[in-house]
């Protein structure tokens, strides 16, 4: 099986170390509700409710980011410059490692 590591950091700093298959076209707001962590999605991953909101913090380079997304951030809360909506970042080998911090809910 196809699958790679990231790091989701939670509200309460805690880090978990999770596992992705590459092969099953999952996202991260996705895989964060496989392993159960606080992550609403309440859209459904269409970038329209920014619940999956959450910070990158490693180097990973990510594809640009869509006009949906962009406008979703700009009416989000709490919004950094290295927010993104994780529901439009696709579990890929590209993004091995991936050190990402949920934003507040
Ligand atoms: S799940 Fe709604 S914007 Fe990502």
Redesign the pocket.
Known sequence: MNEISLTIIDRENKHHLLKGPTDMNMNI?EICKAYDLPV??????????????CYLESETVLPPQSDA?LD?LDQAFYVKENSR????IQLSDEIEGIVLRLAPE
């Open positions: 707001m609403i999605g309440e859209c459904g991953g269409m970038a329209m409710c920014a619940t999956c909101q997304e979703m909506l994780g529901c439009q």
